[in-house]
């Protein structure tokens, strides 16, 4: 009995399908015996939980159809809704089999084709995006993802003398996250092209729906405003589990989940154990990756003149998609994705507190998007975006490893506030997320917003010093009077310290706010230099300029460089003599005629802050 008992399980162990590139394991059709006339059935959801067939008739091979070494399989499609619909957006994965092997997966299509004609993505493309066994694997973050290089155009510091932290510094279009120079355009025209992904967007204004609608397409993606069906409960548990992803199935890669919902839509191809591959072609070509992904159920489907669709409710997480490429993505079922809790608090303008509670794939590009894209939703779908409005924001974002990135902010105009907000989070997150530091995991994100009926921008109108005629080691004070929209004067006072090291005749303050304060530094004082770590990219973050603060720059007009990556402000004139001289040396030093030698703040204010003052300062004995 024993031994018969053995004999069963080792049988059974044999036949359990795992992971590998034999296509003689895996029962895969070989492209090389693919011929016109061959005759296969596909397998997708037209509506519910069933599994449908479908028929496959091959007309052909392209080669290098859609890339270099990229060939793909032509075919005419029937059955089902097909006749109608043409082929769906949502099939894109749909597995095709031609003798009980498995062929490829329906990926391409004609646009507004009168016939269901497909491209077909042969099996083995699909399954070489599984990485080989390496001997030495890349250095990864906690999120899996290889850790970027923090090399040329990584995220810089600029400082001070005697600044050992210093401030993070955004170039001025550091809010506006251009997602066309982060990836490449999805195609577009008449010709044969990727299925586009249905993505599904609900909790959003229909104002920012056509505004990001643009920019999902490009990313290639239908955008679907409105989708009421789709689930976003972070506490739903569902009633799907890991065994009905099967090939045929609907999956849902999530983007955001909660009172805010971002997700696409494509079908399993293949599934060996856990590990999972679908879609047929890219979903962002974002190579590793670690986004969440579960089944879908499919509610109907929508037949269109422009592209027909399946419309569906995507169920609880139930894995983690590993590998976004050309061919596929690759997903492990069972595996969880890190994700981005966001939980915001509005005070609203009618004397209301709505609570906002969302989480969001952590990805160095999406998450900063997402995050201006939740916040900007939360508070146009409650407050005007027509008319003087404020913004007064305070919160955090805290990271795995206990260090916290403040937030406080506040943003105030005439018109479309909100949208000037969603930069608040969003552009720390970038910097963050950005910054390539291996184990860089953000836990979560807080934040407390008030909201006001009016403009809430004061001007800075006077500024002085306690001194006119300053000694190297004295300290001073900066008067700054703001005049508020009411025609109250408020009045702020700056600490400054005057450097030992002072020996030219005269010094300028720059009095003014945090954005001219960015604007002058990124234009005439280009010292930077790049953070050692994690604590010391937190401390400039938190030093970060903001909106509600009056900033003063102390500065000397005497000659400064950066030599690889060091600042060195007011050198001795023999040292610039020496480099000046040496072509070599002067080629990998940036000189600048201004040195930035004492950078000083009030304390926050609840109005947003406008205009600049200059005050020069005679420096009593230097030169005589």
């Not at 507004?112 to 030495?136: F, N, R």
């Not at 072609?281 to 969440?292: I, K, N, V, W």
């Not at 700054?480 to 303050?509: A, K, M, Y």
């Not at 603060?549 to 000659?559: E, T």
Request: charged letters at 20%.
């Amino acid at each position: 009995m024993n031994k018969r008992w053995f004999s069963a399980a080792l049988l059974a162990a044999l036949l359990i399908p795992v992971p590998t590139r034999s296509q003689d394991a895996l029962q895969t059709f070989p492209l090389s015996q693919v011929r016109p006339g061959l005759k296969g059935v596909g397998r997708t959801i037209f509506e519910g939980n069933k599994i449908e067939e479908f028929q496959v008739e091959v007309l052909g091979v392209l080669k290098n159809a859609v890339g270099p070494k990229h060939d793909v399989i032509l075919a005419r499609l029937s059955g089902g809704p097909l006749a109608e619909t043409g082929v769906i957006l949502g099939m894109s994965g749909s597995p095709v089999y031609v003798d009980g092997k498995i062929l490829g997966a329906v990926a391409l299509a004609f646009p507004l084709s009168k016939e269901p004609i497909a491209g077909i993505t042969p099996i083995q493309e699909m399954l070489d995006v599984v990485p080989a066994a390496k001997s030495a694997p890349a250095v990864e973050t906690q999120a899996g993802r290889p850790a970027l290089s923090r090399g040329e155009g990584s995220i810089r510091i600029k400082r001070a003398e005697n600044d050992p932290v210093g401030r993070v510094i955004p170039d001025a279009d550091s809010e506006t996250f251009d997602w066309e120079k982060m990836f490449p355009a999805a195609a577009r025209g008449n010709g044969l092209a990727a299925l586009r992904l249905p993505l599904h967007m609900s909790g959003l204004t229909d104002d920012l729906v056509r505004t990001a609608t643009p920019l999902f397409e490009r990313l290639g993606f239908e955008p679907m405003a409105g989708a009421a069906l789709a689930s976003g409960s972070l506490a739903d548990e569902g009633t799907d589990s890991e065994k009905d992803l099967v090939p045929g199935s609907m999956v849902s890669i999530y983007l955001m989940r909660g009172d805010f919902n971002l997700n696409a839509d494509c079908t399993v191809t293949m599934r060996t154990a856990n590990n999972l591959f679908a879609c047929g072609h890219r979903f962002l070509l974002a190579g590793p990756t670690a986004f969440p992904f579960g089944e879908s159920h499919v509610i109907t489907t929508v037949p269109s003149i422009y592209a027909s669709f399946k419309l569906d409710s995507p169920g609880p997480p139930l894995g983690s998609i590993e590998q976004d490429r050309f061919g596929a993505i690759y997903g492990a079922v069972g595996k969880k994705a890190p994700m981005v809790p966001v939980h915001i608090q509005l005070a609203t303008t009618l004397n209301k507190l709505e609570s906002y509670e969302f989480e969001m794939v952590e990805d160095p590009f999406l998450t900063p998007a997402l995050m201006n894209i939740g916040l900007v939703s939360a508070l146009a779908s409650k407050e005007r975006m027509i008319g003087p409005s404020t913004f007064q924001i305070q919160g955090g974002i805290e990271l795995a490893n206990g260090d916290k990135v403040d937030v406080d902010d506040v943003v105030s105009g005439d018109a479309n506030a909100g949208a000037m907000a969603g930069g608040a989070a969003a552009l720390p997150l970038s910097l963050l997320l950005g910054s390539g530091f291996p184990n860089l995991s953000v836990k979560d994100v807080r934040l407390s917003i008030v909201a006001l009926n009016d403009r809430r921008i004061a001007t800075l109108e006077q500024a002085w010093s306690s001194k006119s005629e300053v000694r190297p080691g004295d300290h001073i004070e900066i008067t700054s009077v703001l005049s508020t929209p009411g025609g109250e004067s408020v009045t702020e006072r700056i600490p400054l310290d005057i450097p030992l090291s002072i020996s030219g005749r005269t010094l300028s303050v720059m009095v003014g706010s945090g954005a001219t304060m960015n604007a002058f530094q990124n234009r005439f004082s280009p010292l930077m230099t790049t953070p050692r770590d994690l604590g010391q990219l937190v401390k400039a973050l938190n030093r970060m300029r903001r909106n509600n603060r009056i900033y003063a720059l102390l500065m000397a007009p005497a000659r400064s460089f950066v030599l690889q990556g060091d600042e060195y402000p007011s050198p001795p004139p023999s040292l610039v003599q020496t480099f000046l001289a040496d072509p070599a040396a002067a080629a990998n030093v940036m000189f600048n005629g201004m040195s930035v030698v004492g950078d000083a703040e009030t304390k926050p204010s609840t109005y947003a802050i406008a205009g600049q003052r200059i005050i020069t300062l005679r420096v009593a004995g230097a030169g005589e």
